[in-house]
């Protein structure tokens, strides 16, 4: 079995993500890395070759920064990589995602009990979205719980924008992946970050979706959905988290938006009929 990474980033080191820590976190269990670097207005691309892995393959890649339609940039970008691998199985890492230690012998596990049943497509994480600081997390159904990150190299399958995948079963329709879950978590840290980093993060990325750059405000979300983290993070990530104490305390006079309030009610409809609701762009299977 061989096992490719992937992933692509860009104005990594101004806008906050820790993408040496992400790559780093996967790199002992993948045979290759292909890192897709875009034109970077700082020192990312000269950070991953100071990693000095024979692993890593690096691509250097100009954005299409007349292509403001729903973030296929990012699917561009994705694909560029992704097109690169080589191994049996494609495992796609975004920059502000992190693994723990602990858990990759899971993920060599499920990816080789996998590997050779056709029925299987791709592997499914569930998601640990921090919030604020490094003690809280979001449970909603507004935040996706899990994702498909690994998918087989050898199925026909493309992104849409940046975030999932979809199979081609013609050419003309494409579907959601049939997955196998792996059972580990992914750790999420891209709502850690400072709000200066993510409000520059709004407006470098807003453009590719068309939209205005939206204000960061980490104290107006919804105080019912943050939750506080008990485990222990990933080693690599340690140093690069923040370092407040407690669950983050959002403004007390903040309202909770319509749709904020939609998913407190499904929240209460998951917990009273042990349901699961958020979304999900794969279909798990038996």
Request: glycine letters at 6%; hydrophobic letters at 35%; charged letters at 25%.
């Amino acid at each position: 079995m061989k096992v490719s990474a992937f992933t692509f980033i860009k104005n990594g080191q101004i806008l906050g993500y820790p993408f040496i820590q992400s790559i780093q976190s996967i790199l002992p269990i993948v045979d290759e890395f292909i890192i897709n670097v875009g034109e970077s207005e700082d020192d990312t691309l000269a950070l991953i070759q100071s990693i000095k892995d024979p692993k890593i393959r690096i691509i250097q890649s100009m954005w299409n920064d007349n292509m403001h339609d729903r973030g296929y940039v990012y699917g561009q970008q994705k694909m560029i990589a992704q097109f690169n691998c080589t191994g049996d199985w494609a495992f796609y890492i975004e920059g502000d995602e992190v693994y723990h230690e602990e858990d990759l012998d899971k993920i060599q596990v499920s990816m080789q009990e996998y590997v050779d049943n056709p029925e299987v497509e791709a592997l499914v994480f569930d998601f640990y979205h921090f919030y604020g600081n490094a003690n809280s997390y979001l449970d909603s159904p507004g935040w996706y719980r899990s994702e498909a990150r690994i998918i087989k190299n050898s199925i026909r399958s493309y992104a849409p924008d940046g975030l999932f995948w979809l199979v081609l079963g013609s050419n003309k329709k494409g579907k959601y992946p049939k997955a196998k879950h792996t059972g580990v978590h992914c750790y999420h840290y891209g709502w850690v970050r400072s709000e200066e980093q993510m409000n520059l993060k709004s407006e470098k990325v807003q453009q590719y979706w068309g939209g205005e750059p939206a204000k960061i405000d980490y104290s107006q979300m919804d105080q019912f959905i943050i939750k506080e983290f008990t485990g222990a993070h990933p080693k690599i990530a340690q140093d690069w988290l923040p370092k407040e104490k407690g669950v983050y305390q959002v403004d007390p006079n903040y309202i909770p938006t319509k749709k904020q309030k939609k998913h407190r009610l499904m929240l209460k409809l998951e917990k009273l009929f042990g349901l699961e609701l958020s979304k999900k762009h794969y279909k798990l299977i038996k």
